[in-house]
């Protein structure tokens, strides 16, 4: 019913910069929060970012400064941009959604595929 897809990964020096995108598409009425969370190689999936749909945002702690969420409520996406990589960075990024559908008062979870982010030292 939902598809949440993720573009923009990739490889990238130490001190670069990528943009990530998720695009969200379905039966959507309304999306609360959206997030990108990430797992490097051995790890639990840890969050990354959260923006609310009135903007309000939150960040962990090593990306504060780095990274910037910013979303589009009319295109149901959202967006990644981080600067200033590291290599302890280097994970597979996947957006999280949770979605009210329409003609329905309740809200589902969504993950997308996931996107790669290798950053070289």
């Known amino acids: 019913q939902v598809q949440l897809v993720e573009s923009g990964g990739g490889l990238v020096q130490a001190g670069g910069s990528l943009r990530l995108s998720c695009a969200a598409s379905g039966s959507i009425a309304s999306i609360d929060p959206m997030s990108w969370y990430r797992q490097a190689p051995g790890k639990q999936r840890e969050l990354v970012a959260t923006i609310t749909s009135a903007g309000s945002t939150n960040y962990a702690d090593s990306e504060k400064g780095r990274f910037t969420i910013s979303r589009d409520n009319a295109k149901n996406t959202v967006h990644l941009a981080m600067n200033s990589l590291k290599p302890e960075d280097t994970a597979v990024y996947y957006c999280?959604?949770?979605?009210?559908?329409?003609?329905?008062?309740?809200?589902?979870?969504?993950w997308g595929q996931g996107t790669q982010v290798t950053v070289s030292s």
């Open positions: 999280y959604a949770i979605v009210r559908l329409i003609g329905t008062s309740n809200t589902y979870q969504y």
